[in-house]
T-cell receptor, first 114, second 115 residues
Framework: KAGVTQTPRYLIKTRGQQVTLSCSPI?????VSWYQQTPGQGLQFLFE???????NKGNFPGRFSGRQFSNSRSEMNVSTLELGDSALYLC?????????????FGSGTQLSVL | AQSVTQLGSHVSVSEGALVLLRCNYS??????LFWYVQYPNQGLQLLLK??????LVKGINGFEAEFKKSETSFHLTKPSAHMSDAAEYFC?????????????FGTGTQLKVEL
């Protein structure tokens, strides 16, 4: 079974631009979560989607948004990029959304904002 | 809100020695607790999880953790370290328990294994 696939692996953008990151979950998984990882703030939850509906949202500004498609693939979008958005963005999938689920993580998208 | 605290951002052990990585949690209700490992340039991998079934939880790669309510702790141990265990380890709590897959992670502990 293929694992969680995130594209692209690396991305370089400039301030003010917008970016879209993609995540393909493991086949059959209906929940997709997104996390931001930085050296200063560590791992922070962005949002979770389950069956195309946002289940949870973290404490990030409205510039960060996401969506999930009917095939469970998910995208996250960051508009008006700031230098502080430079981070590793991790996507994780799981079968369900019970809170005690095993999350399967992708290798992440490394975003650099110049 | 639930939270976890990992004591020691860096831990160094000799190969074959006991590994002990500390995690304390703060939760107003029985928590769901997790340990994840991250190898360089990779995503996170679940080592083990506590979901109130048994207080001693066994995971992959010889790791285990014991849930101690009286101490609000969920420390990760492995009897004998191997070079391949060198990685960053994260303790996490489901926030809130049963409220979806929102995890609150600790700041991580970098484990170094020396010959």
């Amino acid at each position: 079974k293929a694992g969680v696939t995130q594209t692209p692996r690396y991305l370089i953008k400039t301030r003010g631009q917008q970016v879209t990151l993609s995540c393909s979950p493991i086949s059959g998984h209906r929940s997709v979560s997104w996390y931001q990882q930085t050296p200063g703030q560590g791992l922070q939850f962005l949002f979770e989607y389950f069956s195309e509906t946002q289940r949870n949202k973290g404490n990030f500004p409205g510039r960060f948004s996401g969506r999930q498609f009917s095939n469970s693939r998910s995208e996250m979008n960051v508009s008006t990029l700031e230098l502080g958005d430079s981070a590793l963005y991790l996507c994780a999938s799981s079968l369900n959304t019970g809170g005690n689920e095993k999350l399967f993580f992708g290798s992440g998208t490394q975003l650099s904002v110049l | 809100a639930q939270s976890v605290t990992q004591l020691g951002s860096h831990v160094s052990v000799s190969e074959g020695a006991l590994v002990l990585l500390r995690c304390n949690y703060s939760s107003s209700v029985p928590p769901y607790l997790f340990w994840y490992v991250q190898y360089p340039n990779q995503g996170l991998q679940l080592l083990l999880k506590y979901t109130s079934a048994a207080t001693l939880v066994k995971g992959i790669n010889g790791f285990e953790a014991e849930f101690k309510k009286s101490e609000t702790s969920f420390h990760l141990t492995k009897p004998s370290a191997h070079m391949s265990d060198a990685a960053e380890y994260f303790c996490a709590v489901s926030d809130p328990p049963g409220g979806g897959n929102k995890l609150t992670f600790g700041t991580g502990t970098q484990l170094k294994v020396e010959l």
